[in-house]
């Protein structure tokens, strides 16, 4: 199966509520029995695996991934990689009736260590393409809705994140629970709060993000926990923004994904 990566509206981490657009950055996911597992799987996979052994007594199978999207960047590829590895087991093995794959990835990720709140927001936009705003705490997906049209989303994509500090993060609770409320009504401007307020919390620079927004940028931010950047502009309108993202990295250039017919049904 293949996943979205996705650039988030509100991080979930300081409140647990969290909202999360997919992009038109793919990962694809797609699996085969063995005889013996890959020791080098991912701490993401290994966990998945075992659990589902575990749990229906499935056989070794190995993972194979293709991804478009940077791991430990912000752009959600942990997310992707586990929707997508969750479903794909589901349907080899004929599994029915359990948790959807992004409420799965949500238990399953916050075990593998590889999330703090399960990022279910980040799952189910990775799974069902839109826009998510979720509970994280309490397992629940609120409301998946199609995300604005004709916007470019421009994307500079940044690696090898370093630690992030938690507490930093939840001291902002309240004030992160109030842009929760505002990207019901508006997810531009939560998305321009949301991301330079992460960037204030986490030490990043704001120069990319200034630079975007006084060139026209309908919101630019940090994603996730970052270090990866982002920009909107309406479609047409990304020239100037483009150039400024260029003076610090190789930017991409990648529109929202709607949400998908099959997976409506959450
Ligand atoms: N291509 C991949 N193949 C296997 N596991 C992956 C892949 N991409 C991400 N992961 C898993 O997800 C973890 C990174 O997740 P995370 O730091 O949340 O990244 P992101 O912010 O991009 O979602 C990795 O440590 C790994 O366990
Ligand atoms: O670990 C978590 O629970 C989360 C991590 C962040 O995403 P990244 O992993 O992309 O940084 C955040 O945006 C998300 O809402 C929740």
């Known amino acids: 199966m293949r996943a979205y990566g996705g650039i988030s509206i509100v991080n979930a981490i300081p409140c647990w509520l969290g909202s999360s657009a997919a992009v038109d950055l793919k990962i694809k996911v797609s699996i085969e029995e063995t ?4 020791p080098s799987e991912s701490r993401l996979v290994k966990e998945i695996l075992d659990f589902f052994e575990k749990r229906w007594n499935i056989p070794h199978v190995k993972v194979k991934v293709e991804s478009d999207v940077p791991s430990r960047s912000g752009l959600k590829s942990s ?4 929707v997508a590895l969750i479903h794909e087991l589901y349907s080899k093995f004929s599994i029915e009736n359990y948790l959807s794959p992004p409420k799965l990835s949500a238990i ?11 990022a279910l927001d980040d799952a189910a936009a990775s799974y069902y393409g839109g826009i998510s705003f979720t509970d994280n705490k309490y397992l629940k ?3 998946m809705s199609n ?6 989303v421009m994307i500079l994509p940044r690696g090898d994140r370093p630690n992030v500090d938690l507490n930093k993060l939840k001291q902002f609770s309240s004030s992160f629970a109030g842009i929760f409320e ?8 939560a998305m321009r709060i949301n991301g330079t307020l992460i960037a204030e919390i986490l030490g990043y620079d704001k120069t990319p993000i200034n630079e975007a927004i006084k060139r026209g940028a309908i919101a630019a931010g940090i994603s996730g926990n970052g270090p990866s950047y982002f920009a909107l502009s309406k479609e047409g309108e990304e020239g100037p923004i483009y150039d400024s993202l260029k003076k610090f990295g190789e930017p991409i250039l990648t529109r929202f994904v709607e949400l998908e017919g099959d997976n409506q049904t959450i």
Request: glycine share 6%; net charge positive.
């Open 108 to 118: 399953l990720s916050i075990k593998a260590g590889v999330s703090y709140t399960g």
């Open 147 to 152: 995300p604005p049209k004709d916007v470019v």
């Open 141 to 143: 997906i609120l409301k």
């Open 182 to 189: 505002l990207a019901k009504r508006s997810i531009f401007d």
């Open 79 to 82: 997310s992707a990689v586990s």
């Open 35 to 38: 005889r013996e597992r890959d």
